[in-house]
């Protein structure tokens, strides 16, 4: 098949632009929108809206999800590390939610998980909510609803800052810095095998997954990875998901660059083990051309209610 | 609500009585007991009765499970390193049983797996077995029955060994270091969503567990962790559910301290993988007061059988 | 019991002859199969073939399982640092394969998963393939279809590459260097609780496993480990199951000596959580006689269909 290149791709970026200044330009969010914000002085303004959706895990799946903005995962927020964040949560939806950022400690009241700390807000069907606070560490995060089950239905986003100029080496920008959120569904199905089309709502108890998404996309909806010969290329992992995913790219090896947030200077791997709640940041060098797959390593999460291939998989294609 | 401190916090514990003279007065074990020892010479002798009990995971529901001392976790044993342990084991169960310490090598007559290692006893309904060791190695260990679905049914409990003078830095004692040991529950209920009171017997096979449990409950049960501004706090996780955890604090960030015992230097996260068999120490800066969640960041894992909030969560108290 | 030691067991290895040079013949793969080769100048020759087999993972249970050359896991394949593979696959199924070898990065058409790579061929039933390519990096890896429930019916082997003399200590050569592929089975039983002999097709969704297997075996069928004092013991551990399996091997402790073929100085562990597609490779120094378990730490694993003891468990035996 013809390969098409999306418009958004960088191709003339070159080593001579590989500086900070433009390292938000680099981002990709394949299958994900960015989120718009508005500058004001140090701060950046963002809006999300919590609201019941309707969304494609493939051309033929819907799933009757919960989303922010209209999709699941959200939009990906970009913020710049010394930068302040006012992030307004409005709750469309008829029970009541709150947002946590997680990783990037915060002061309690911007916390957003209510249930359990009394200072900061639960946000009443109907009403907005407004977060703020200094995004002072670098590195890749999360941003999902405080209910369990509203983030198992689809309330998830990422949420990344960038190192301001103090702590970057222009040498260490890479040339595309990947988002990858992985999910998992439970979407009722009268047996395994196939895909049974339709449109479903997910067990929000998600105990007997059978789809897997990156970006909230199953194989072959993936949108591709774009690279180029000589690119050393960022991958960011997110996973909230009740299952730890083993992800793998053929033909290169990662350097781990951070996990949470923190360096982990001096690892090499071909496989990493994306835990709950955890957030691995790895490169690689573009130096073998082709498409590749890249993929968590367990056989059922690499199907789409056992319908192979499918699954938590994307290519790697070098334009 | 009001904050009920325990009386046995420290309260007056300063920066300069921080020395390992009283590291054991500052192990702090939410919801278990520390068991009680007899010293003679460099020795330390512990009893452990393992007997069926009736516990409260929730104040409204009671498993009828297997325990030590009669209670799940079992009490935690806290040694001095280059001390000798006498562990003298009960059966007052109707099967065989033994008792294995996880980690800390020993000769092989002392392991407690008579089901392998022909040299360790089995101890019979209505008999006693002295284990006799050297702890040669600080960190943290855990104990278990030798048969597996005597573990899943609660013959589990924490133990610690404190090292010795010559391996401690004054100022790497923490001022408080508690102790939390994770376990999961298949527990029968007539359906997901809620919690049905009541008295049950879990299903030692643990393959669909519903309740999650730190240090034996489940929240909102669960004991909260107090710390004070500017205390350095240790946490040790423990865990050989069939299930890996990924504990999360929110608001602050983790410094590994070691794995299994042994030192990890130079690593941070906000979120660690506790996976079967291994046992985390972290610390944090007690430096952000408010009310926090310490939980594990697998959706269903947060709820009682399907009812959130609940679940492997605790919080974390300023006083 | 009497304990029998294999004849291949290399008794006379003393630390004279600790060189390099003999490294292949210190390599021991329980329970398998070492694959026969052709050596061809730099080129080593290697004949794979995937059919439907009978095996036994216990005496007296066997399963309708997918094998290269006969066995799952397939033969170990050896190879040196710098040498060529000529890998032939020959499909005597009568569907579809390829054959992939996870991490050891490759030119495009001989990565083959041609599900997504165009340019790796997929080899038709009664047709054959060879793969090509340099094996520049040494490691642990491993060889599978590309097909995932090719995989989880059992088309999967261990792979291995010894370092070249260039990138060897003498020093640092094992004395033994055990190889072991777990792998987990959903086999059809009348209910849990003990195992039901006779011959089973195992489902290849592999959802709720209840059997779990050490190079094909499940405990008390799995072959030893032997071991003799003052030895320092390689264990190389490959998983693709969909769980992770934590390895402890009691009464000693394992030096970390490379994940996914990187090395990984300066790690102690008494128990590794060894996740799908990640291969752990620790040492031990053998200073400990006796009998050992050694096994995967989830309880339900250590079990055959919920009869103990049982599952992913051997013994480390010294002789």
Redesign the interface.
């Known amino acids: 098949m013809a390969i098409q290149v999306p418009l958004s791709y960088p191709y003339s970026m070159t080593m001579q632009s590989n500086t900070i200044n433009n390292w938000e330009d680099r981002i990709m969010a394949p299958d994900l929108t960015i989120a718009e914000y508005r500058v004001d002085n140090n701060i950046r303004h963002f809006h999300l809206t919590a609201a019941p959706i309707k969304h494609n895990i493939l051309s033929n799946l819907t799933i009757e999800a919960l989303g922010y903005n209209g999709s699941t995962p959200g939009p990906l927020i970009i913020m710049k590390q010394g930068q302040w964040i006012y992030l307004t949560v409005e709750n469309q939806m008829d029970e009541p939610t709150a947002l946590?950022v997680?990783?990037l400690?915060?002061?309690?009241?911007e916390?957003g998980?209510p249930?359990?700390?009394?200072?900061t807000p639960s946000i009443a069907p109907g009403e907005s909510y407004t977060y703020k606070f200094l995004c002072w560490q670098s590195g890749t995060f999360f941003y999902h609803s405080s209910?369990?089950?509203q983030?198992?239905q689809g309330l998830i986003g990422p949420f990344i800052v960038l190192p301001d100029s103090q702590h970057t080496n222009p040498y260490t920008v890479p040339y595309l810095d990947y988002i990858l959120l992985l999910q998992q569904w439970e979407i009722p199905q009268p047996e395994?095998g196939k895909v049974f089309p339709g449109t479903y709502k997910p067990n929000k108890?998600?105990?007997?997954p059978n789809y897997f998404t990156i970006n909230g996309k199953a194989f072959p909806d993936t949108s591709p990875i774009y690279v180029r010969y000589g690119q050393k290329i960022r991958m960011r992992f997110i996973n909230?998901?009740?299952s730890?995913h083993?992800m793998?790219l053929?033909?290169?090896?990662f350097r781990i660059t951070a996990?949470?947030?923190?360096s982990?200077p001096g690892?090499?791997?071909?496989?990493?083990?994306v835990?709950?709640?955890?957030r691995w940041e790895v490169e690689f060098w573009a130096n073998?051309?082709?498409?590749?797959?890249l993929n968590?390593?367990?056989?059922?999460?690499?199907?789409n209610n056992?319908e192979?291939?499918g699954g938590m998989?994307s290519?790697v294609i070098y334009v």
């Open positions: 946590h997680h990783g400690a915060k002061p309690n009241p916390d998980v249930e359990i700390t009394p200072s209910q369990a089950f983030v198992s395994l108890f998600d105990r007997n909230k998901s009740s730890a083993s793998h053929h033909g290169h090896d996990i949470d947030g923190f982990r690892f090499m791997s071909d496989t990493i083990n835990a709950a709640g955890i073998n051309p082709g498409i590749w797959p968590g390593s367990k056989t059922f999460h690499q199907s056992g192979t291939p998989t290519r």
